[in-house]
């Protein structure tokens, strides 16, 4: 059984930081990309970062500078430090596993920025 299950959200002020943690089982976790989505209330899920087996890494252009996805293939986790947070960083905030046809969500974790 395949279980993504991310950690670290909560609420922080603006300008701050926080880390989320996505760990995974049930899955060969190094061979696998990975990603972090946000869906803000009334908007669409959007990638915020991901990366690739390879350590290849994207952003969207609204974190750019201030995300940073990376991994770890020892404990099966994927992670977002997330620095200077804005108020539209506010959503709940998603774990993606995928390769190929496979595809596996988190439940999701969400982070409030509001001073």
């Known amino acids: 059984q395949v279980q993504l299950v991310e950690s670290g959200g909560g609420l922080v002020q603006p300008g701050g930081s926080l880390r989320l943690s996505c760990a995974a089982s049930?899955?060969?976790?190094?061979?696998?990309?990975m990603g972090w989505y946000r869906q803000a209330p009334g908007k669409q899920r959007e990638l915020v970062a991901s990366?690739?087996?390879?350590?290849?890494?994207r952003y969207a252009d609204s974190v750019k500078g201030r995300f940073t996805i990376s991994r770890d293939n020892a404990k099966n986790t994927v992670y977002l430090q997330m620095n200077n947070v804005k108020p539209e960083d506010t959503a709940v905030y998603y774990c993606?596993?995928?390769?190929?046809?496979?595809?596996?969500w988190g439940q999701g974790t969400q982070v409030t920025v509001s001073s």
């Open positions: 049930g899955i060969f976790f190094s061979i696998y990309a």
């Open positions: 990366i690739t087996s390879y350590d290849s890494t």
């Open positions: 993606n596993a995928n390769r190929a046809a496979n595809d596996y």
